[in-house]
């Protein structure tokens, strides 16, 4: 950044949604993309008026009903109203409540496992603040592990081919795309609002062009969804609609074309992959009885059989890359498309050869296809945690409605731990959980529950502890991704709202009180890692001071070498992948060990047992929203220029909404027996016949939070889905998928109120 600029107010800052650089005039934030942008994220401008809206937590607040009668579970959370407090007051009330926690029941009565996306700061990021604080100051918590992003492939992929990194994070890039691949078969598309995010920021969105750039050099694309809009037009690509959650039938039936017709790549299944012959009797009706053939599969996943054959035959021979969206897994029995899709990929012998073979989750971040920088990033020591129990991170719900009940997860069983004290910074739990009116039943349980956050969500809301967190704009820090070379001096570039505080204030102010404020202070030169990694490449490493001055330094990138499984396809001997065969594992005797027939040994089409029936008529597609990161922003003006009415907007098919006498701009329902939600219905012929689209990310705002099962009149699809693992291996989220029933509504429309301050 010149000095014009600087002079001018501009100051550099970054978003998990992209770099920019921004100034505060006129109670607005102006906004520049980063000039090396090629395709800036219209995301950034719900920045504009978001610093001083009314949905900003002002001063820290006490739940009445904690203040007045102490801690322990209490069925008022997210009913009662609030009581504002000094922060001196509030910061002792809750420090004498950890202590009191832990010398009654010690750190493992502590969650902290505080699942979220916080900021793209990577010094001021919320979990790993609160995590740090709860190791350096109580001795630990009980944490949660894997992500809702990809709670199933990234139990899955370690076991078949490499962890989730090594695939998704160094494997195909969008250079080796544009410049190589033949055919992309994509799997739940690779839509552009997906890939225009990236935890810790992304300053050049090159999706877009290279997909422009295989098109023109002749590559073919295949989208396999239930949205034609998954690709963007730049792909042209060919739609295939799919019954939502039938991939893995659809890829099985392109196997089977390849078996019978020999089309696969039998040298590759020999030399690369263990258990093929296995997989092969299934594939054929070993066992069941049933060939996996295109007849078969057209009766499930609705693609015509006819083709079914020619798209594997159109596969089979060239340069194609098979690409499976995280979407896919966020559904029941979701290990099996991920795992599928790499027998399918395996099977076309192209797997390590640049442009071709597999690309898991390629699209779904900006953090898929690129090269990774090659070194650390400047991020905050955690400390140690002393407690050893965790859970997969979708099992909040449960863990605590059945303290000491067992769980399976990946080939063993646990315990849940019972929790008296729950700590959330940087996540809404009622954006990213299923199941919500569970949840609410779940809030009720523990004796205390703490949010950091600077808005009022509805995690807020729950809380009996808030305490007002800074935005990103308010403070400074460094942004940085390990899947982009810029990393960005983040400079403030307004003034902190009201009385909010940075989370690292406020834990250091904690850490103070309970007698271990150095503990939790030292060490916090972020930036020396990466200056000294830089040294020893001998690169340019400039002191922290230069770069903060500068706004920006680009650190050095690996080669496009393919990773791991690049290295694997050149010499498997030399290179074996990190599974116990060191192959590709097309079946697996560690999972098939474990005994779960919901994860048997190799990939298999299973039944789900969550599908429309007579009352619920159609799927739910609760996938990411285009205007908006998850939850975060939701007021702000890009996010609610996309609402109608004030609510958030549900596609479905033209043909749906007649049978339903729905028109456009219709208020609908959508209910099933776990809730309801209002949601404004747009018709579009872009969504399958049966399927109606529902983007996360409309806050809750519940009618009446005094019933049990409230009608949520904005459209927060959570609502609806279910609160159930992918598998017993995995215990992933299936938050994308569901059955609902729509109706038109005809009721005086209820006033939006999620973002008013609560009483
Ligand atoms: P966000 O809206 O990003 O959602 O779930 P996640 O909880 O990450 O929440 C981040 C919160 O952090 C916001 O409330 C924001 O205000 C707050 N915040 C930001 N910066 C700070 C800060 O500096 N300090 C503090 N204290 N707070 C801060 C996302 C999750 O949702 C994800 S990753 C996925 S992939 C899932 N996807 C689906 C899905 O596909 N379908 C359904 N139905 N449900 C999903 N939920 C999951």
């Given at each position: ?152 492939s990234s139990v899955i992929l370690p076991h078949v081919i490499a962890s989730l990194d090594a695939v998704g994070r160094r494997g195909v890039t969008w250079e080796q795309i544009a410049a190589h691949s033949d055919m992309v078969v994509a799997f739940g598309g690779m839509a552009l609002k997906n890939s225009a995010i990236a935890a810790g920021g992304v300053s050049r969105h090159v999706e877009r062009d290279a997909m422009r750039a295989a098109r023109e050099r002749g590559a073919r694309f295949v989208l396999v969804s239930p949205l034609r809009d998954d690709l963007p037009a730049e792909a042209a690509a060919d739609w295939l609609p799919v019954v939502p959650n039938t991939d893995t039938a659809l890829m ?176 809404n739990l009622f954006h990213h959980h299923q199941d919500l009116n569970r949840l609410r039943g779940a809030i009720a349980r523990p004796d205390t529950w703490v949010v950091h956050d600077s808005v009022w969500t509805a995690a807020a809301r729950h809380a009996d502890i808030v305490l007002p967190a800074t935005m990103t704009l308010e403070r400074n820090d460094i942004g940085a991704s390990s899947a982009d070379a810029l990393m960005v001096a983040m400079h403030q570039v307004l003034p902190p709202f009201a009385e909010a505080r940075d989370d690292y204030a406020i834990f250091a102010a904690l850490a103070r009180r309970l007698g271990k404020a150095e503990d939790f202070t030292e060490g916090r030169d972020a ?233």
């Amino acid at each position: 950044m010149n000095d014009v600029s600087r002079a001018a107010g501009w100051r550099p800052h970054s978003a998990h949604w992209g770099s920019f650089a921004a100034r505060w005039q006129d109670e607005r934030v102006e906004l520049r993309p980063h000039p090396d942008d090629p395709d800036p994220n219209a995301v950034l401008e719900n920045f504009a008026t978001a610093p001083r809206h009314k949905a900003r937590i002002a001063q820290p607040m006490v739940r009445r009903g904690w203040l007045e009668h102490g801690p322990g579970p209490d069925e008022r959370r997210g009913r009662d109203d609030f009581i504002p407090v000094p922060w001196n007051r509030a910061l002792d009330l809750l420090a004498t409540e950890l202590a009191r926690v832990r010398d009654l029941h010690g750190p493992g009565a502590v969650f902290g496992g505080s699942y979220g996306w916080a900021s793209a700061g990577r010094f001021h990021h919320a979990p790993g603040q609160l995590h740090r604080f709860l190791n350096m100051v109580l001795g630990g918590f009980v944490r949660s592990v894997n992500s809702y992003s990809a709670g199933a492939s990234s139990v899955i992929l370690p076991h078949v081919i490499a962890s989730l990194d090594a695939v998704g994070r160094r494997g195909v890039t969008w250079e080796q795309i544009a410049a190589h691949s033949d055919m992309v078969v994509a799997f739940g598309g690779m839509a552009l609002k997906n890939s225009a995010i990236a935890a810790g920021g992304v300053s050049r969105h090159v999706e877009r062009d290279a997909m422009r750039a295989a098109r023109e050099r002749g590559a073919r694309f295949v989208l396999v969804s239930p949205l034609r809009d998954d690709l963007p037009a730049e792909a042209a690509a060919d739609w295939l609609p799919v019954v939502p959650n039938t991939d893995t039938a659809l890829m099985l039936a392109l196997a089977h074309t390849l078996a019978t017709e020999g089309l696969h790549d039998r040298a590759f299944l020999a030399r690369f992959c263990a258990g093929y012959e296995t997989f092969e009797s299934y594939l054929l009706g070993g066992g069941d009885g049933q060939p996996k053939d295109a007849a078969w599969a057209a009766t499930i996943c609705g693609v015509p059989a006819d083709a079914i054959v020619a798209l594997a035959r159109a596969m089979a021979g060239r340069r194609t890359l098979v690409t499976v969206a995280h979407a896919l897994q966020r559904a029941e029995h979701g290990e099996q498309p991920v795992w599928m899709a790499l027998v399918l990929a395996a099977m076309l012998g192209q797997i390590g050869l640049p442009g071709g073979g597999y690309g898991y989750a390629l699209g779904t971040m900006g953090h898929y296809g690129r090269r990774e920088v090659a070194v650390p990033l400047p991020t905050l020591p955690q400390g140690r945690n002393g407690v050893g129990v965790f859970i997969p991170v979708a099992r909040i719900t449960d863990m605590l409605l059945r303290p000491g009940g067992s769980f399976e997860y990946n080939g063993k069983r646990f315990t849940y731990p019972d929790i008296r004290l729950v700590y959330w910074a940087g996540g809404n739990l009622f954006h990213h959980h299923q199941d919500l009116n569970r949840l609410r039943g779940a809030i009720a349980r523990p004796d205390t529950w703490v949010v950091h956050d600077s808005v009022w969500t509805a995690a807020a809301r729950h809380a009996d502890i808030v305490l007002p967190a800074t935005m990103t704009l308010e403070r400074n820090d460094i942004g940085a991704s390990s899947a982009d070379a810029l990393m960005v001096a983040m400079h403030q570039v307004l003034p902190p709202f009201a009385e909010a505080r940075d989370d690292y204030a406020i834990f250091a102010a904690l850490a103070r009180r309970l007698g271990k404020a150095e503990d939790f202070t030292e060490g916090r030169d972020a930036y020396a890692r990466t200056q000294a990694a830089l040294v020893e490449r001998g690169g340019a490493a400039p002191d922290f001071d230069v770069f903060w001055r500068r706004g920006e330094l680009l650190l050095p990138m690996h080669e496009d070498d393919g990773g791991i499984v690049g290295a694997f396809r050149r010499d498997p001997g030399e290179n074996p992948l990190p599974t116990p065969s060191g192959r590709i594992e097309i079946a697996s005797a560690t999972i098939a060990g474990f005994g779960y027939s919901d994860c048997p040994g190799h990939p298999a089409w299973l039944t789900p047992a969550d599908v429309p029936d007579a009352r619920h008529r159609l799927w739910l597609v609760a996938n990411q929203p285009a205007r908006r990161l998850h939850s975060q922003l939701d007021f702000g003006e890009h996010s609610q220029a996309g609402k109608r009415r004030g609510r958030e907007v549900a596609r479905l098919h033209p043909a749906d909404a007649a049978a339903r006498g729905i028109a456009d701009g219709d208020i609908i329902r959508l209910f099933n027996d776990r809730g309801a939600c209002l949601a404004a219905a747009m018709l579009s012929e872009d969504v399958c016949r049966g399927v109606v689209h529902l983007p996360t990310g409309a806050w809750y705002d519940p009618a009446d939070p005094e019933d049990a099962v409230p009608l949520c009149v904005h459209g927060n699809p959570n609502v609806l889905t279910r609160d159930v693992g992918t598998s017993r291996l995995a215990q992933g989220c299936t938050g994308q998928l569901t059955a609902v029933e729509a109706v038109r509504f005809a009721g005086n429309l209820p006033p939006i109120r999620a973002y008013d301050p609560p009483e």
